[in-house]
């Protein structure tokens, strides 16, 4: 295996210890520490039965009261708390997608930000209706923009990316009334529903959530995703780097941290500046160096394969490396504690969007028109803090592993394309991959997403999932949080082939890829979307009928929720490592681990003991194969 070993979760975890060794040497408080402070949980809220929307309550439920004072029960009661949470992601997504738009819009051949993957603009502009011929392609971009923004509050009508999906699904989204209308419309009808008074009936309540998951995976983050390519470029495959070691000792280092590529662009762009480098070469640095945490660090990594520093529950050890010149932020996933963390080191911790204000930072609004300025002057912070290192508190863990990423869609389809035969196959298709899995060399395919929860073991539920998965033939789409820790491990180096049971080693050897295939950021799971639905149609199975499953082992957040919903709405298995507070209602539960079945033709999974989620999604991919007689 020419010196090819996986980073384990335990050296991972004496680079932490060592490097709290530091944070304890400056008083720096840590999630560690803050977990011990909250633990035990409240019952009450685990299982989702307290409710607090209206100021009669807080109301709780217990033998003794089993109704709220307005009467609701308890399947009322964990109906409404999840129906929230899950507006509370799809909201989430769903702006950053419309800032996107806003950020198409205000592309210009001389302005910050350009059309960059023509074909693909002029590929959405068809789908929707948008005249092309002898057009400028900025006026194009910007009737595109225009009309995605509409997507967010039209009156009538559905979301216009459904009709990507096989008429099937589109179906059973309209039969159901699930087909997402418009993207707000969904969120604040959900919040409508859950007010004191409206709904307490949990169908309706699940519905909600599965509708308001819709109109996030494909309405807001489609959106996201697509013209985040259009501007920045589709991801194709690239080599990077992955875990705290990608930080330089020598180099002035800034992190982006967050998830909107339009911030992160700009500040590698500036990064690149011949007069920044020559005024990072006067401080006394050999160059400018930026990593990433979290799904920025996955936009960027997919797209110029700038290097990953680590995954949600890594971002505060960047700053305890001693070695963060910047930590640059704009929205969602970020601690707020990194403003008291920085202050006890010399790392500027920047925000810059005001969507996400915080103590002990430094904010620098940053906005499409003054872009390239404001990037350069938190370019140019950075480098001017790097004579500020205090030397003896740098420490930066020797660990890092190379990685390939940048497997879009598109760079899935073209990596496929180099095992078709040119003679006979089509090319451009997914065929290859459902041929693989109609012979059985690859068993199916887990899509592993979602983030880090100190309920779970950091990163273990990812990797070790992962390492059970390929050696039983089962290849991994990865995004958001999963994907760092596969890449920080070394499953995305091409040399983890040899981890793989036989058919998908050979398949990797094949079409030279590593055998967990990194798709971009949360919003990126739209990718995985449009993917299952181009299986569906190049097999002629239903999406509810391919060997594949959806899996989220270390979810945490609201955002998380909604993609659970939206991709089991898809009509995917979808595999929990932590359980939703939704353990206090049979009903609702019952509901999201069977009933949904009946709806949608798939369901979550909750299972805690990870080497039995792994056995239980095995377990599912070959029923699959079975009942398709594959
Ligand atoms: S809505 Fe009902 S259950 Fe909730 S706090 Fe008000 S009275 Fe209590
Ligand atoms: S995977 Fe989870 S923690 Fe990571 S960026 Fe996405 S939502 Fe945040």
New binding site residues.
């Given amino acids: 295996m020419d010196n090819f070993k996986l980073t384990t979760v335990e050296e991972m975890e004496t680079a932490t210890e060592r490097l709290l060794e530091t944070g304890a040497k400056v008083g720096a408080d840590s999630w560690q520490q803050r977990v011990k402070n909250q633990t035990p949980h409240c019952k009450f809220g685990e299982e989702g039965t307290c409710c607090r929307i209206c100021s009669m309550g807080p109301c709780r439920i217990t033998p003794r009261a089993p109704k709220g004072i307005c009467g609701c029960d308890i399947h009322g009661i964990v109906g409404r708390n999840y129906l929230r949470f899950t507006a509370g992601g799809s909201a989430t997504h769903s702006d950053h997608g419309r800032e996107i738009c806003h950020t198409l819009y205000n592309a210009s051949a001389d302005g910050n930000y350009h059309v960059t993957d023509t074909e693909k603009l002029l590929k959405i502009a068809k789908e929707w209706d948008i005249p092309t011929e002898d057009r400028d392609i900025y006026d194009i971009a910007h009737e595109v923009a225009e009309a995605g923004l509409m997507e967010y509050g039209k009156p009538f009508g559905y979301q216009r990316f459904l009709k990507r999906a096989p008429e099937r699904r589109q179906k059973i989204w309209e039969e159901q009334e699930i087909a997402p209308r418009a993207i707000d419309r969904e969120v604040s009808r959900a919040l409508h529903m859950t007010h004191m008074g409206c709904s307490s009936l949990a169908e309706a309540l699940v519905k909600q959530s599965l509708r308001c998951g819709l109109s996030d995976g494909w309405g807001g983050s489609m959106m996201g995703t697509e013209f985040s390519d259009v501007l920045f470029g589709t991801p194709m495959p690239v080599d990077t780097e992955a875990n705290l070691g990608v930080l330089e000792e020598d180099m002035v280092n800034i992190v982006v941290h967050g998830?909107d590529p339009s911030l992160s662009e700009m500040i590698v762009k500036y990064a690149e500046d011949p007069e920044m480098l020559a005024l990072a070469k006067k401080v006394g640095a050999k160059g400018i160096n930026i990593a990433g945490v979290?799904?920025t660090s996955n936009e960027v990594a997919m797209r110029h394969g700038i290097p990953m520093a680590g995954?949600?529950l890594q971002q505060e050890n960047v700053v305890l490396t001693g070695a963060c010149e910047a930590i640059v932020v704009d929205v969602?996933?970020i601690f707020p504690a990194l403003g008291p963390l920085s202050k006890c080191f010399h790392t500027k911790f920047i925000t810059t969007s005001d969507v996400a204000r915080m103590t002990y930072t430094k904010f620098i609004h940053f906005d499409c028109e003054s872009a390239g300025e404001k990037a350069k002057e938190i370019v140019k912070l950075a480098v001017e803090n790097f004579p500020n290192r205090k030397k003896d508190l740098v420490h930066i863990p020797n660990m890092k592993q190379k990685a390939t990423v940048g497997y879009s869609y598109e760079g899935i389809v073209k990596t496929l394309d180099t095992v078709t035969n040119s003679f006979v196959d089509l090319t451009g298709t997914t065929k290859p991959l459902v041929d693989c899995m109609r012979s059985g060399v690859l068993r199916g395919a887990v899509a592993m997403?979602?983030?880090?929860n100190p309920k779970v073991r950091p990163d273990t539920a990812h990797i070790e999932l992962m390492k059970k998965l390929i050696k039983n033939d089962v290849i991994l789409v990865v995004s958001?949080?999963?994907a760092q820790a596969a890449a920080k491990a070394g499953l995305m180096d091409k040399r983890a082939k040899d981890l793989c049971g036989d058919g998908l080693k050979r398949v990797c050897e094949l079409a030279d890829i590593p055998p967990v295939l990194h798709m971009g950021?949360?919003v990126d799971i739209s990718r995985m979307m449009i993917l299952v639905s181009e299986l569906a149609k190049d097999s002629g199975w239903n999406i509810d009928e391919l060997p594949v499953v959806g899996c989220a082992p270390e979810?945490?957040?609201e955002?998380?929720v909604s993609i659970g919903n939206y991709v089991v709405a898809t009509g995917i298995d979808t595999y929990l490592g932590v359980y939703p507070y939704v353990k206090g209602s049979e009903v609702v539960d019952g509901l999201l681990q069977e009933g949904l079945k009946d709806w949608v033709g798939a369901s979550f999974h909750v299972e805690l003991d990870i080497d039995k989620l792994g056995d239980a999604m095995i377990h599912a991919i070959e029923e699959k194969r079975e009942a398709l007689g594959i």
């Avoid at 997403?449 to 880090?452: L, P």
């Fill in positions: 998830h979290c799904c995954n949600f969602q996933c997403v979602g983030c880090n958001g949080c999963s950021s949360c979810w945490m957040s955002k998380a």
